[in-house]
């Protein structure tokens, strides 16, 4: 072999004929040029949890897809939950979770746990994640730069929840145009100062609705919205707002799908373009729902 020549010394073999496989891959990525130019600058809120996040396969298949939509231009933020993982810290620590109407019931102590994991471990390792898939990502949680006031759900009865008050987007706006993914956690400070525990969905909605994003993506773990819960087949594809709403009236959509919906239909109020509660256990499922005309899960639609 000639040491000296770049070619010979190569790993690629020039005269090997191109696969089918090459050609399927080439004509895959000349048909998504069109959506990739649709979305370019475009905001788009993902809302990361569930299996998604559990299983290791299926996280770093969701992060490399995360990347490649940031590296195409898209202007992606992640919100993520990380629900199990409290769980197991609660458990370690001898405190019970408790929930009621899909909301984690939050006393001092198990706020002290979900910021601690939420804020810190859960939201680093998805910033770690996006970055050794060469894309860059920045961890923040509502509480950094202000970029989330909270106050109290409700009257109080599940403890230091909060819900979204105000949404300060410019933190988030030098990022996005450097191309950096901000990734954040649903802790954030009351007036009083008090740390509160935001539903992930709901403070992704907020954010897509402040942002005026494109798409709100939830990941779940269900098909989407089902007609009935039991049956995957029953499965919503496209549904308008007067429907979700009657829906939750009539507790079709109930019990941890319902803030999902709620935030959807809250979002699209405030004029975001579209919301979607796709399958996170779907392998790929960001890209079949931003680079397919048909997508997968269920499309919340803003008129009816």
């Known amino acids: 072999m000639n040491k000296e020549d770049p070619q010979a010394n190569s790993s690629r073999n020039l005269n090997k004929p191109f696969t089918d496989k090459d050609s399927i891959r ?3 990525l000349s048909e998504a040029l069109p959506y990739i130019q649709r979305f370019a600058k475009k905001k788009i809120v993902i809302k990361y949890g569930g299996s998604a996040m559990a299983d290791k396969k ?4 969701v992060l490399r897809d995360i990347a490649l939509l940031s590296s195409v231009g898209v202007q ?4 993520h939950g990380g629900g ?3 769980n197991q810290w609660l458990k ?3 405190i019970k979770p408790v929930f009621r109407d899909g909301l984690r019931i939050t006393d001092s102590e198990t706020m002290d746990v979900v910021e601690m994991v939420l804020a810190g471990r859960v939201n680093k390792q998805i910033v770690s994640g ?3 898939h060469g894309s860059l990502a920045v961890g923040l949680c509502g509480i950094d730069g202000g970029l989330i006031e909270s106050r109290t759900l409700g009257d109080g009865t599940h403890g230091l929840v909060g819900e979204v008050s105000k949404v300060n987007k410019k933190i988030l706006s030098p990022l996005l145009e450097e191309g950096y993914v901000p990734v954040i956690s649903s802790v954030a400070n009351a007036s009083d100062g008090r740390s509160h525990n935001i539903n992930a969905d709901t ?3 907020e954010l897509a609705a402040a942002l005026g994003a ?3 993506i939830l990941l779940t773990d269900t098909p989407g919205i089902l007609r009935n819960e039991n049956d995957p087949s029953s499965l919503i594809e496209k549904i308008r707002l007067s429907e979700a709403r009657e829906l939750i009236d009539k507790g079709i959509v109930k019990e941890g799908m319902r803030p999902k919906v709620e935030c959807c239909i809250r979002s699209l109020a405030q004029g975001v373009n579209a919301a979607h509660i796709i399958d996170g256990r779907t392998p790929h499922a960001l890209l079949l729902e931003v680079f397919t005309d048909s997508g997968i899960g269920t499309m919340v639609m803003g008129r009816g």
Do not use: D, Q, R, T
């Not at 299926?58 to 298949?61: F, I, R």
């Open 130 to 132: 996006i970055n050794n």
């Open 84 to 86: 199990p993982e409290i």
């Open 203 to 205: 403070v992704a909605g």
């Open 214 to 216: 494109e798409k709100l």
């Open 76 to 79: 992606i933020i992640v919100v």
């Open 26 to 28: 080439v004509s895959i």
């Open 92 to 94: 370690k620590l001898g």
């Open 58 to 61: 299926l996280k770093n298949a």
